[in-house]
């Protein structure tokens, strides 16, 4: 539509604001810009300012009323009354530039295929701010996985809150097996990968489909949130810690090689030093891939808010998070070392100072000296550190003499 990226917001005709609510911290710093960018709205009467992203709700009563200077309020993957409103002050039909748009569509997408979440975790705003699960039809998503194969991109990951209850709520009975299968027949993606997991209902259907479909990678990411059944019940989260375990087992009895992420919170309310350990003694069993950790905070008009205690104190939090931390980068490091000297397929997604990045089927970063990005190249594994690896591209010559290519074969389902 003409319109070309600057360096500052304050210089922009047109600013987007693409917002999370997950955190408090996430949101202050929207209301912070937004604050920021109102005073200055003198100078610049014509920007177009717009909110998108989990602050926007269904209704926009409140939030239009708190924020006078936003021009457009959208939710999550809404971009359409953005262009009108650019379309309105340009004079530009949005329709004829869609293509323009999408026409630089990167390597990898994400595909939201479930808005919201039914499960309401004591300490988790998505289901007040998203609303309760609303799942996309099968047809409609793989119509979206055609069209951005034609754009270009090769790998998609279906997102949701808790992608593994997609489908339940659809009138054709489906599940995210089903939808698995049906991205699948999609010709030009040629890898799919699927976010985020909840425990009680990563299915067995799911599971063997994981280990089935070629082109679904092997990585899961499957949040345990605390390794002790006192605060996993405080949560709300519906597993025990062996429950859990089981699980994981499961999954790797039945998906061989096939790496595990997750997400989990310390200093959550009442959680004493020996509970915590007990999230330690989780990290140090299961030897997860990549975890995501947070330092429990009270999010308002949660259960956890009206109901619990928020009394770790914040310097314990850190020392928690620390203490996470730590052990986790030695078991990375040990995890990545294993994989020295080893062949992965790698789909080439981008660069970043100069380098060339990719991941695995296994999600692990890998970085390259050269390719083509939008290629899935074979790499050899040079160096590793705890957070990626480095690598040099196999020749056809060293394929030639068999190089072992550490890609999981797919497996017949089971039963
Ligand atoms: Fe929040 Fe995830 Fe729990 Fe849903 S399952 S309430 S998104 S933490």
Redesign the pocket.
């Known amino acids: 539509m003409g319109l070309g990226p600057v360096s500052e917001p304050e210089a922009a005709d047109v600013v987007v604001l693409n917002s999370c609510v997950v955190r408090q911290s996430s949101e202050d710093k929207v209301v912070g810009m937004l604050s920021r960018l109102r005073s200055q709205n003198g100078d610049a009467p014509d920007r177009v300012l717009a909110l998108m992203g989990c602050m926007v709700g269904p209704n926009t009563t409140t939030l239009e009323k708190r924020f006078p200077q936003v021009d457009v309020f959208m939710r999550p993957q809404e971009y359409r009354p953005l262009l009108e409103i650019v379309g309105e002050r340009t004079g530009i039909d949005p329709e004829g530039c869609l293509g323009n748009l999408t026409a630089r569509a990167a390597v990898t997408a994400f595909v939201p295929i479930i808005h919201g979440?039914d499960?309401?975790?004591t300490f988790?705003i998505?289901?007040y701010r998203r609303g309760r699960e609303v799942s996309r039809s099968v047809s409609e998503l793989v119509h979206e996985a055609e069209m951005l194969g034609k754009r270009g991109v090769k790998e998609i990951t279906l997102l949701g809150?808790?992608v593994d209850s997609y489908g339940h709520d659809l009138e054709e009975r489906t599940d995210l097996a089903d939808l698995l299968e049906a991205v699948s027949e999609v010709h030009s993606i040629q890898r799919i990968r699927f976010l985020t997991s909840?425990p009680n209902d990563m299915s067995d259907r799911i599971i063997d489909r994981v280990a089935g479909l070629e082109k679904v990678c092997e990585h899961i990411n499957l949040p345990f949130q605390a390794g002790d059944d006192d605060v996993l019940s405080r949560m709300r989260r519906g597993y025990t810690s062996d429950e859990y375990r089981r699980l994981v087992d499961k999954i790797r009895e039945r998906v061989p090689g096939v790496s595990l992420s997750t997400d989990l919170i310390v200093g959550f309310c009442g959680e004493t030093d020996e509970q915590f350990e007990r999230t330690l003694d989780m990290l140090r069993d299961v030897r997860f891939d990549k975890v995501h950790s947070a330092a429990y905070s009270t999010r308002k008009g949660t259960i956890a808010d009206r109901k619990l205690e928020d009394d770790v104190p914040l310097a314990e939090k850190k020392a928690r998070l620390k203490a996470v931390d730590d052990l986790q980068a030695t078991i990375q490091t040990e995890t990545n070392r294993k994989l020295l000297d080893r062949t992965f397929d790698v789909l080439l997604e981008g660069t970043t100072r100069g380098k060339i990045h990719g991941r695995n089927r296994n999600d692990k970063l890998v970085y390259v000296n050269e390719g083509t990005i939008g290629e899935v190249v074979q790499v050899r594994i040079a160096e590793t550190s705890p957070w990626s690896l480095q690598g040099t591209l196999i020749s056809q010559a060293d394929r030639r003499n068999g190089a072992e290519v550490a890609t999981a074969q797919p497996q017949v389902p089971q039963a």
């Open positions: 979440c499960k309401f975790c988790c998505i289901p809150q808790n909840h």
